[in-house]
């Protein structure tokens, strides 16, 4: 069976920094893309952020220069290291993978609550 798994979540101060795991199993997922979406409450999901298979990453204006995505191909894993974070980062994350569409969203993992306190 084919899932993401994410972690890392939690409750952060504004200026504070979290990293986020999301372990892929049951497939290889080295060439295919992976994302970092989030929702906040009574929002859309929006793009966080999302590597190509490559190594090319793209992410929404709100998170550049505070967030980044890196991929280990070895451990099927992406992350999302997350600095300087703001209240209105507060959401869920979910981990995203695919190789049909881009961004990525073929395949999502459960979601991880973060949460940014003022």
């Known amino acids: 069976q084919v899932q993401l798994v994410e972690s890392g979540g939690g409750l952060v101060q504004a200026g504070g920094s979290l990293r986020l795991s999301c372990a892929a199993s049951g497939s290889n997922f080295s060439r295919n893309a992976m994302g970092w979406y989030r929702q906040a409450p009574g929002k859309q999901r929006v793009l966080v952020a999302a590597?190509?298979?490559?190594?090319?990453?793209t992410y929404a204006v709100s998170v550049r220069g505070r967030f980044t995505i890196t991929k280990d191909n070895a451990k099927n894993t992406v992350y999302l290291q997350m600095n300087s974070l703001k209240p209105e980062d507060t959401a869920v994350y979910y981990c995203?993978?695919?190789?049909?569409?881009?961004?990525?969203?073929?395949?999502w993992g459960q979601g991880t609550q973060v949460t940014v306190s003022s």
């Open positions: 590597v190509t298979g490559g190594g090319s990453t």
């Open positions: 995203a993978a695919g190789d049909r569409l881009w961004p990525p969203r073929d395949l």
